[in-house]
């Protein structure tokens, strides 16, 4: 069998172009934060402010020095949530060594109405409950349902398996794939016998940041596998998974790039929408 390769750019562009109507009647505003001079996060900040582009958002990338101290961010965050033409906004990770142990605080100084990274205890808290309760959902995760979704890729009564256990990720979306039915399994690096849990697994989903974790032998005939991990290396992104021997043996795959990072990025300005949505309604 060859598999379906998942093509997140496609979608995305579809879920970007949906948007557009209530983009236009909305009016919403994005503020990309970014600390320093990190490369992946300039070109993550790039794909973030192009599609805001092709959606017609109106958007700000506020470039702070790498030297900025907690108190000028804190300040820069206060400003925002206080400015009412700012509809939501996100404060770009990682950030420099100096403000990384200040991540926790970063984030709960944001005003959950306007995080649309949806990394706030409050929005992951709702999260929690239920689907009817993720108005702003994390993107990445979110962009993984979309996908599956697009794809009409059943998830109720599926087996799932979710590599990594994150904040930003894994754990809200085992919670996601949770809220929709699947029996999930969240593996992390103190996981034994990972190999057992992947080869159980109808969706196979992989955000660890290791090219070459997941190998063929290690995937079920059929299965649909999704790859969220993305490393840069001397050969280009690579994401989890030997993609080349696994497309031959699942039903679905999703390449890096061109698979689930197209969809954080629509996800966020879908964030966006509702962010500024529930803040008029
Ligand atoms: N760095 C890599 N991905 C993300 C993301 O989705 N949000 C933020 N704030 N930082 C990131």
Redesign the pocket.
């Known amino acids: 069998m060859s598999a379906t390769i998942i093509d997140g750019k496609e979608v995305s562009s579809k879920l970007l172009c949906k948007l557009k109507p209530d983009v236009k009647r909305l009016d919403p505003k994005l503020v990309v934060v970014q600390v320093g001079e990190d490369a992946a996060?300039t070109s993550?900040i790039k794909q973030k402010i192009k599609s805001c582009e092709v959606v017609a958002m109106r958007n700000e990338h506020r470039h702070l020095n790498k030297d900025t101290s907690i108190e000028e961010l804190m300040k820069c965050i206060e400003e925002l949530n206080n400015n009412d033409d700012v509809s939501g906004f996100?404060?770009?990770?990682p950030l420099p060594e100096h403000l990384s142990a200040s991540v926790p605080q970063i984030i709960r100084a944001i005003n959950p109405a306007k995080d649309v990274?949806g990394f706030c205890a409050y929005n992951l808290g709702k999260m929690f409950l239920s689907t009817e309760f993720e108005h702003l959902p994390p993107?990445?995760p979110s962009g993984v349902i979309s996908l599956l979704e697009y794809y009409k890729i059943d998830i109720k009564g599926k087996n799932v398996t979710v590599i990594g256990h994150s904040n930003?990720v894994g754990k809200p979306l085992s919670t996601m794939l949770l809220n929709r039915n699947a029996t999930v399994t969240t593996c992390h690096e103190f996981t034994d016998d990972l190999p057992s849990h992947t080869k159980s697994a109808d969706i196979l989903c992989t955000a660890v940041g290791k090219p070459g974790l997941i190998t063929a032998d290690m995937v079920k005939e059929g299965a649909v596998v999704i790859d969220i991990g993305i490393t840069r290396t001397e050969d280009g992104l690579k994401g989890d998974t030997d993609f080349d021997s696994i497309k031959e043996k699942a039903s679905f795959i999703t390449p890096v790039p061109g698979g689930v990072g197209p969809m954080?990025v629509a996800s966020?300005i879908q964030n966006c929408v509702m962010a500024k949505k529930r803040q008029v309604e």
């Open positions: 996060s993550y996100i404060v770009q990770l990274d993107a990445t930003t954080t966020l």
